[in-house]
């Protein structure tokens, strides 16, 4: 992958770019292989490769420069603002989205915060589309509400010009630092959500709700995941950590008893509604604390499914899997040190079968799911 800016030594964000991409795939392996040389395991599925370019569905944009001429990008370590919106990460089709959002910010007025001099309003740019039907949310996260009413009168042009976008919104980010979004969030379209389509799975994407940024390789890891599940044919199980859903309504059928649970209340609006969607009666999800849940219940399903944050499910949540003993663990992680870590925990479970998705080209970050089942022996 050729890009500009990296070239120019402005960007480093992909810090693998200089090796080919299946050695990039083949040192991930490796990496993966080393962590889990301690388990026991049945069977290396091959790894999933992603395509190079174009697979973002999601830009993150910090706004800089000046009203008049706007910068969309990133702040170097030198103070410089590197403009992004040629980035090889997103579709083509995403620059001129971008010019028309640096000509929509000149006309309303909106100033761009200076880091330095602690002035401007806004912030950042969230761009997301749903690769089901190209429609995009845009979210302004601005330092205070000063600029909403202006911002808010500016818009029909906006949707004139770009009417994909069918979500939009302004977040309020008051605080002084590297924080990408505060607590309120205002709407001003009717739709508060995207829809996406995962292997004929609905999916709901809300501002302030998590979604994986490569949708080709989040399907493939969903569809995994499901078809690892039926094969074991259970009928009760939890999707911990479960985010809009994606793996839970992947692995049950209109049979299949299963709790979802995620703290962010915005995920669990959307993992309900594609649930309702798909008439799954015996599903539920409620907005908890995933181990807090866990360690609360006595009544446990056959299969737990975890897909926590980098940090890993924990010591608490092993020693408690460890004595609860559900048959089967299907453990997705974004951190396979801490993935790693937590199995070497789980020492009442063996490792059937692993595999890598790389989610994240030109970097060392991957995605691994990996089934556990529990060693009678």
């Known amino acids: 992958m050729q890009c500009a800016q990296y070239i120019a030594g402005h960007c480093h964000s992909c810090q693998w770019l200089d090796k080919s991409y299946l050695k990039q795939l083949s040192d991930k392996q490796e990496h993966l292989q080393k962590l889990l040389q ?23 944009m910090v706004v800089s ?4 001429r706007p910068l969309l990008g990133m702040l ?22 971008f010019d028309t959002i640096k000509i929509f910010i000149a006309k309303a007025g909106l100033v761009p915060y200076n880091v330095t001099r602690k002035k401007g309003e806004l912030k950042y740019l969230l761009l997301t589309e749903s690769r089901a039907n190209h429609e995009m949310m845009l979210r302004f ?12 009168r500016a818009l029909p042009w906006l949707q004139e010009q770009l009417p994909q976008l069918t979500v939009i919104s302004a977040n309020i980010q ?15 379209t009717e739709n508060n959500m995207l829809q996406e389509n995962f292997n004929h799975i609905p999916l709901y994407i809300r501002p302030r709700s998590f979604f994986q940024t ?9 569809a995994t995941a499901g078809q690892w599940v039926r094969e074991l044919k259970i009928n009760s199980m939890w999707d911990l950590f479960c985010g809009a859903g994606g793996f839970g309504l992947h692995c049950a059928d209109k049979e299949t008893r299963l709790t979802g649970i995620e703290i962010s209340e915005e995920a669990i609006a959307c993992a309900k509604r594609s649930a309702d969607s798909l008439g799954l009666n015996q599903v539920e999800f409620q907005a908890l604390d995933s181990t807090h849940f866990a360690l609360d219940k006595s009544q446990i399903p056959e299969l737990v499914l975890v897909n926590p944050p980098r940090r890993g499910i924990g010591k608490e949540l092993c020693q408690y899997l460890n004595r609860v003993t559900p048959k089967f663990i ?9 993935m790693a870590k937590d199995i070497l925990m789980l020492e009442q479970y063996r490792i059937d079968k692993v595999q890598l998705f790389d989610m994240f080209p030109h970097t060392e970050h991957y995605e691994t799911l990996a089934l556990l089942v529990l060693d009678n022996h």
């Not at 170097?76 to 989205?97: A, K, M, S």
């Not at 490569?214 to 969903?222: G, R």
């Open 330 to 338: 299907l453990y997705s992680s974004c951190n396979a040190e801490t």
């Open 65 to 68: 420069g000046s009203v008049e």
């Open 174 to 188: 008051p605080t002084h630092m590297a924080i990408l979004e505060g607590e309120k969030e205002i709407i001003f």
């Open 38 to 60: 301690q388990s026991a395991i049945t069977c290396w599925q091959p790894p999933v490769a992603s395509q190079i370019t174009g697979f973002r569905n999601k830009a993150k």
């Open 141 to 152: 996260v601005l330092r205070s509400e000063t600029k909403v009413e202006q911002l808010k």
């Open 214 to 222: 490569n949708p080709d390789i989040a399907s493939q890891l969903y």
């Open 76 to 97: 170097h370590r030198d103070g410089r603002t590197v403009d992004l919106c040629d980035c090889p990460l997103y579709p083509p089709y995403f620059q001129p989205i």
